[in-house]
């Protein structure tokens, strides 16, 4: 059984790796990710400049899911184009997520990456619900066609972008209509669910401090929304634009769920967060075997392949 796949024109060993956020902001846990099954190591989102983000409690999970506001705390993108040659030694992409606060920051950032050798891919994140006044991009399509008409020229890199979760047909159409005039090479969905509330009964109290408490929701709550979200961009993005799934996969069943709606590729955010770096050759195993009972050879098998009810 073989799970290769590709991102753009990244070639992967395996269709599992980590998401954009838990566990991949400082070198050592960058390393763990290079160590692991993971089929590719992608950074933290990255700022023109260090940040520390928000004040803690800024991230809470429980048996369903995660909730976050963590304020895109990262060491600066010249610390993750910095990283990139010693990366190599672990023979898998390496890809740097990119946040900038302005799209003139995203511009700076984009410019001297394209100068940086050994990065694979950049994954431009257009939907981080966590600054206090800075709303997410992919919610504002005028937006979302200035910021592409821009960042469009720096494209030695395979250039992708990550997406807020949406809600409605209409602006899954809106949204795919402006992607596919751009040589965008790779969509991710989704970002967390923004601005969600849990709430802890004992205490009457909110389980993160910043934004009283509003902060991004992931795992199992979002899977359905996840999945969605993959299925409808699959179906109206560009046949040489491939789907990366993230949202609520943390088992081999849910990965082959989110491949059977469109993706290359999925992502694994709060359960590498809960579980650590043996979760990718968990999943990994978990879908082979689940590939095997099915009498799949290869993720093409059965990518995009979902059925509806006749
Ligand atoms: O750092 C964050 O607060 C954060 C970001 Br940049 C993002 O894109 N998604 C998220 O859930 N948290």
Redesign the pocket.
């Known amino acids: 059984i073989n799970l290769s796949t590709t991102v753009g024109a990244v070639s992967l060993n395996s269709c599992i790796y980590n998401a954009s956020?838990p566990k991949c902001t400082t070198k050592e846990e960058l390393e763990n990710i290079g160590k692991s099954f993971s089929a590719a190591i992608l950074t933290k989102?990255s700022t023109l400049e260090l940040r520390t983000?928000n004040p803690s409690p800024r991230y809470f999970e429980n048996e369903l899911g995660s909730i976050?506001?963590?304020?895109?705390?990262n060491q600066g993108y010249q610390f993750y184009a910095d990283l990139a040659t010693s990366m190599q030694q672990y023979n898998k992409p390496y890809f740097i997520s990119v946040?900038g606060l302005s799209l003139e920051n995203n511009l700076v950032m984009l410019k001297h990456l394209n100068q940086v050798d050994n990065i694979d891919a950049i994954e431009l994140?257009l939907?981080?619900?966590?600054v206090p006044g800075k709303p997410q991009t992919g919610y504002d399509f005028e937006r979302t066609q200035q910021v592409l008409d821009q960042v469009c020229k720096f494209d030695r890199h395979s250039l992708g972008i990550k997406l807020p979760p949406y809600f409605d047909l209409i602006h899954f159409r809106q949204m795919a209509d402006i992607i596919n005039q751009y040589p965008i090479k790779f969509v991710t969905c989704v970002?967390?669910i923004g601005n969600g509330l849990v709430i802890d009964v004992n205490t009457e109290q909110v389980v993160i401090k910043p934004k009283n408490g509003f902060g991004?929701v992931?795992g199992d709550y979002i899977k359905p929304t996840a999945l969605a979200n993959v299925r409808q961009f699959y179906l109206l993005l560009r046949d040489d634009i491939d789907i990366i799934g993230s949202g609520g996969a943390k088992n081999g069943s849910d990965v082959f769920e989110h491949i059977l709606c469109g993706a290359s590729a999925v992502q694994i955010g709060t359960q590498y967060m809960r579980e650590g770096a043996n979760c990718f050759e968990r999943i990994e195993k978990e879908l082979k075997n689940l590939m095997a009972q099915k009498n799949y050879q290869s993720i093409d098998d059965f990518k995009g392949k979902l059925q509806s009810i006749s």
Not at 68 to 73: C, E, F, K, T
């Open positions: 956020g989102s983000g976050n506001s963590m304020g895109l705390p946040a994140n939907s981080c619900p966590n970002n967390s991004g992931g």
